[in-house]
């Protein structure tokens, strides 16, 4: 995948909601391999740890937050530094 750039239309986008949608960033291939991780996690209440990682939801708006996702299945790491946003976020977050 070629690394995507934000276009004007992203920008206008950005400044008025607060966020864009990037549909298909991640290809189907990693999204049905991040989503076989994602479910093979166990039941967690809120707070609770699986190995090194941790469900976090700050609250009922954010929905479910699984940090240090990377600690609880390799899967999830081909989506660090991933082209299908990596540009976006140094455009908007710097």
Known sequence: MEPR???????FL???NGYIIL???V?????AEI???FDRLPPLEK???VGNAQRRDYNDATGYE???CLEFDPAFEQLIDHPGWINYVSHYCG
Do not use: T, V
């Not at 750039?5 to 920008?11: C, E, F, G, N, T």
């Open 23 to 25: 549909k298909n960033a």
């Open 47 to 49: 707070g609770a740890w």
């Open 5 to 11: 750039q934000p276009s004007a239309l992203d920008d």
């Open 35 to 37: 989503n076989a991780a």
């Open 27 to 31: 290809g189907p291939a990693a999204l």
């Open 14 to 16: 950005f400044d008025l």
């Open 66 to 68: 699984l940090h240090n």
